[in-house]
Structures are given as C-alpha cells and as structure tokens.
C-alpha cells in the first residue's frame, strides 16, 4: 500500500538555529513530492515541488530549502530559523498518472520561539 | 494574488442540516477542483473531486457544485454530522499542474 511518512511530528527550535524536516513515501515510485505550509490564519502555501532527484522547484523566496536525495525522500531544511518559519509543514505526494489528487502526511508542527 | 478564495472564515451548522462551504477562483484555466478536509494536527484529506466539464459531482452525503460562469464552487454536506467538524480547504489546478489552495472554512457542527 501507498504511505507517507513525516517527521519528526513535533518540533520546538530557538531562533538562529538549523532545520531538518525529512519526508518518505512508500509504496510508489517516481511521485510528484510537495512541501506546503499552513501559517496561523493562512492557508495551504506551496512552498517547494519536485518531479525527481535532484530536482526542486521554489515557490516563493524564503528562508527554507529543500532536497531529494533519493526518489522516495523529500527534505526541508533551513541554516538558521526565523521566527515567521513557525507553523504547520506538511508533506504530500502524486503519483502523476494524471489524477491532481494529492496524498498528505500527518504534519510536522514547527514552533521557533 | 489569491487566485482560490474560501471568504466564510467559519461557519456553524445544526447538526442534521446542510453545511454549504464556498470558494471563489479568479483563474479561468483552472480545470480541476478539490475539496480536503483537515482536523488539527492532522495532514488534510481528499474528499471530493469536479472536472471543469461537470457542474456536479456526488459522493454520499458530500456534493461539489461548479458554476465556471461565475468562477465559483461550493460543497454541500447533507446530513450534517458531528464528525464533519473540520477546517475544509478547496483547491483548483490546471492542466494537471500543482495544487492552489484556499484559506481554508472551519466548519462547526453543533449537537
């Protein structure tokens, strides 16, 4: 069966300091990967899309970024976290057959104090 | 630019009744909506589904309505329950590419 995981789920981090949020799907091969944000009182923002290793597509500038080490990995990262980089980071996958159905992990619950 | 727009922040229904959600796009190539529902702490998930050739979809208790003229689709839950509490997000492509998300109406469902 498809599934995706995320983690860690729940992350308290200073100001100034690093980021790594790790996501893995199973059960799939080649999917679509995206890292979304959802902000206190925002929506569902893209933040970062990959169709492959290696490949990864910004949505908008800031201070993140994001890899795909492997075909099933996808990566947030950050060298020094700001306190707008809280809220809630959520991972998803497609399996690109055509279908725009997106397949989201739990979430992983960031807080910079 | 919000090209998907949910402008009900909340909404609060009688248990029992219909629950109307609505979403308001201003791209007119967008040729596939969604609707996800998500509970706190938890990853949002697939509900329902309109291709831009139908103006209805229905799937049990959940309906999507898509009126293309006016840019506007909307999500009718009937009979409403407890469990349908949630934060309810619509979203739109076009062209098979990536999702655009609204800002989402968390629905309560009163007892």
């Known amino acids: 069966s498809q599934t995706i995981h995320q983690w860690p789920a729940t992350l308290v981090q200073p100001v100034g300091s690093p980021l790594s949020l790790e996501c893995t799907v199973e059960?799939?091969?080649?999917?679509?990967l995206y890292w979304y944000r959802q902000a206190a009182g925002r929506g569902l923002q893209l933040l970062f899309y990959?169709?492959?290793?290696?490949?990864i597509s910004s949505e908008v500038p800031q201070n993140l970024s994001a890899s795909r080490p492997q075909d099933r990995q996808f990566i947030l990262s950050s060298k020094k976290l700001l306190l707008s980089d809280s809220g809630f980071y959520l991972c998803?996958?497609?399996?690109?057959?055509?279908?725009?159905?997106?397949?989201f992990g739990a979430g992983s619950r960031l807080t910079v104090l | 630019d919000q090209q998907v727009k949910q402008n009900s922040p909340s909404l609060s229904v009688q248990e029992g009744r219909i629950s109307i959600l609505n979403c308001d796009y201003t791209n007119s190539m967008f040729d596939y909506f969604l609707w996800y529902k998500k509970y706190p702490a938890e990853g949002p998930t697939f509900l329902i589904s309109?291709?831009?050739?139908?103006d209805k979809n229905e799937d049990g208790r959940f309906t999507v309505f898509l009126n293309k003229s006016a840019k506007h689709l909307s999500l009718h839950i009937v009979p409403s329950q407890p469990g349908d509490s949630a934060v309810y997000f619509c979203?739109?492509?076009?062209?098979?590419?990536?999702?655009?998300f609204g800002t989402g109406t968390r629905l309560t469902i009163i007892p």
């Open positions: 059960g799939t091969s080649n999917p679509n």
């Open positions: 998803a996958w497609i399996t690109g057959s055509g279908a725009n159905v997106l397949t």
């Open positions: 990959s169709v492959g290793i290696g490949q």
């Open positions: 979203a739109a492509s076009e062209f098979n590419e990536k999702l655009t």
């Open positions: 309109i291709s831009s050739i139908k």
